[in-house]
């Protein structure tokens, strides 16, 4: 089962600043990949899924590229309501749905 | 509109078997791709999958846990159910319920409930 990791683990930035963040898997999966945006006592929503398909109602600063192994979640000017934790998700495999161990965006 | 909403006690024992329910709308079980799963995310840890059943009553668990879980669910009532067997306090944790979104057994999740938080503790 391919294994996940994220990085960075916290990432501090301003409004307006371009950050990206990086997900990692242990093997090929295609593009199989999605990406979830967490705010404090939320459930996870929804943004990006087939590793660069925004899903409906997303603001578009948020973009999603890459395949194979290596994947990149772009947030392009960030807003005030982007500042969360985010995790990317595999469904490549069909024994197991896997998540990263998340990031955390912080306010600099 | 599709919403879940999970329910089932706050509170449970070490060794007590855990009964947590989906109930959801907006879509039926009983069609063809549909997929609810159950996920769980111990407080400051990452999301965990734990299981999925789908509108033909396959079932599937995270091999780590298979032997504790079992998933059902009753399509009359759009809902489904998730049992967890020996519950230790390393199972505290939010547990959601959410549909699969792109119709394939192994898939990510377009629609989640908002989690019910579960605590294992004498």
């Known amino acids: 089962d391919a294994q996940m990791t994220q990085s960075p683990s916290t990432l501090s930035a301003s409004v307006g600043d371009r950050v990206t963040i990086t997900c990692r898997a242990s093997q090929s999966i295609s593009n199989w990949l999605a990406w979830y945006q967490q705010k404090p006592g939320k459930a996870p929503k929804l943004l990006i899924y087939?590793?660069?398909t925004l899903e409906s109602g997303v603001p578009s600063r948020f973009s999603g590229s890459g395949s194979g192994t290596e994947f990149t979640l772009t947030i392009s000017s960030l807003q005030p309501d982007d500042f969360a934790t985010y995790y990317c998700?595999?469904?490549?495999?069909?024994?197991?749905?896997?998540f990263g161990q998340g990031t955390k965006l912080e306010i600099k | 509109q599709v919403t879940l909403r999970e329910s089932g006690p706050a509170l449970v024992k070490p060794t007590q078997t855990l009964t947590l329910t989906c109930t959801f709308s907006g879509f039926s079980l009983s069609t063809g791709g549909m997929y609810v799963n159950w996920i769980r995310q111990p407080p400051g840890k990452a999301l965990e999958w734990l299981a999925l059943?789908?509108?033909?009553?396959?079932?599937y668990y995270n091999t780590s846990l298979r032997t504790r879980l079992a998933i059902s669910k009753d399509t009359s009532k759009d809902q489904v159910v998730l049992t967890m067997t020996n519950m230790d306090p390393v199972d505290t944790a939010t547990y959601y319920c959410a549909r699969g979104g792109g119709g394939s057994l192994v898939d990510y999740f377009d629609f989640w409930g908002q989690g019910t938080l579960v605590t294992v503790s004498s």
């Open positions: 059943i789908n509108w033909d009553d396959d079932k």
């Open positions: 998700q595999q469904y490549n495999s069909y024994s197991e749905h896997s």
């Open positions: 087939k590793a660069s």
